[in-house]
């Protein structure tokens, strides 16, 4: 158990639907970073908070918002659904910036 | 447009044996990070690596990081079957995180 707990584990959903996948990170860890990982796209990095604060952006769609919370957990919430999004969803976090990264089990996303 | 390029994109190897995971990258970074994955499951960071010349092992698996020839590698030794993984090296771009493409390795008893 990395200590980082992802929430759900199983989303299915329609097009066009919104949804949020919830991340808590462990204890003490600062950063937190989601990920998606698909098929035909690979592992893809898509935003990065230290301590409330976004600090590195990847191939975030406009359609996808993230934010962390004062206690530090964070939100991913995807909007406009489209079958393509249809992917693992991963979490991780570190304690630090440039340190070992935890990662949570997983959303899996099917967009029916 | 940058590339993390990985290969061997597939490993097969007999237990007992080395072999040698490349990532080529094509930007300037002095800092890269290997995962590994396993079937069905997340990910585990393996490695972080944050300057040139930068070596770390653990168990059979060494990473090293060379930033000049935007290289790194990470050899294994005397491979085992729990080895069997995807591995996966990162690129850090400090505003973003680039992957490479994974090397899926299976190591046969």
């Not at chain 2, 060494?62 to 990162?90: E, G, N, P, Q």
Request: charged share 20%.
């Amino acid at each position: 158990d990395s200590g980082v707990t992802q929430t759900p584990k199983h989303l299915i959903t329609a097009t066009g639907q919104r949804v949020t996948l919830r991340c808590s990170p462990r204890s003490g860890d600062l950063s937190v970073y989601w990920y998606q990982q698909s098929l035909d796209q690979g592992l893809q990095f898509l935003i990065q908070y230290y301590n409330g604060e976004e600090r590195a952006k990847g191939n975030i769609l406009e359609r996808f918002s993230a934010q962390q919370f004062p206690d530090l957990h964070s939100e991913l919430n995807l909007s406009s659904l489209e079958l393509g999004d249809s992917a693992l969803y991963f979490c991780a976090s570190s304690v630090d910036l440039n340190e070992k990264l935890f990662f949570g089990s997983g959303t899996q996303l099917s967009v029916l | 447009e940058l590339k993390v390029e990985q290969n061997p994109l597939f490993l097969s190897m007999q237990e007992g044996k080395n072999y040698t995971i490349y990532c080529n990258y094509s930007t300037t970074s002095d800092r890269l990070y290997w995962y590994r994955q396993d079937p069905g499951k997340s990910l585990e960071s393996l490695f972080v690596l944050l300057s040139n010349g930068a070596v770390k092992q653990e168990g059979r698996l060494m990473a090293s990081l060379d930033t000049k020839a935007r290289l790194s590698t990470l050899h294994i030794t005397a491979a085992v079957h729990d080895l069997s993984a995807t591995y996966f090296c990162a690129v850090d771009l400090y505003t973003s995180y680039i992957f490479g493409t994974g090397t899926r390795l299976k190591v046969l008893a």
